[in-house]
């Protein structure tokens, strides 16, 4: 299929859809080994990645795929959240992934919770992503407004890494988790949408109902920042997973 006409969506079961994920996740890793080389993996949060990570785990354990030559890029974690609180995006990724696979700890990177300087905080990252050659294939969800990492609502094309005020709907949907909404943070650091429409390849998983609508809007709606998932359709190397309650 042409990467220029219209953004490659891909329909499934979510099983199916996370073991494609998987494939392609592998295949980067396996190539990038097979020559020496590092795999630079962007990570995403959220429920929506937590069966990619399974199967990826199921992979290392099974199958004995490894992980010792990835590098790890998060996009984003929440303000105010030491690496060991339970919420935190860092205690995610260890739960659900670092913890579970032979990834070398000192290679996998996440926004700092905590930060005294947060332009400095911004840069530093940017830089590491740099450092390590940009990243390969970018995992992305979609928040219920169209956010992605947590570039909310104007959110700009050229944004960067930077510290962000979260959307009210956002802490909504967090507040479960939290006990409670006042118990959400307020801000958060996160790549900007330049960060992430400079990766080689993304794909954006989305699955259930609660995402149809946004989903729509993003792969059909006129770009802009009001939903910045839309600026995906600028990038040549998009695809969408959906499952069919997604896709509608
Ligand atoms: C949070 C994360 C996003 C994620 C979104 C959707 O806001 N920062 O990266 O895409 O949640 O979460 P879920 O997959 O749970 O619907």
Redesign the pocket.
Known sequence: MDNFTKPKVLVGKKADLMSRLADEVEMGIRMRAAENRGFVLGL??????IPLYQELVRRHREEGLSFQNVITFN??EYEGLAPDHPKS?HAYMEKHLFGQVDVRLERTFLPPGNYEDENRAAQYYEAKIREFGGIDLQI?????DG????NEPGSGRETRTRRVALAEV?RE??ASGFGGIENVPTH?M?MGVATILEARRIILI???E??REVVQEAINGMVNSAVPATFLQDHSNTAWYLDAAAAG
Request: avoid cysteine.
């Open positions: 995403a949060t959220g429920s929506t990645p996009l984003d995006y992305l969800g979609i928040g219920r956010h992605i990492g947590f956002t949907d967090a958060a996160t989305a699955t259930g609660g995402k």
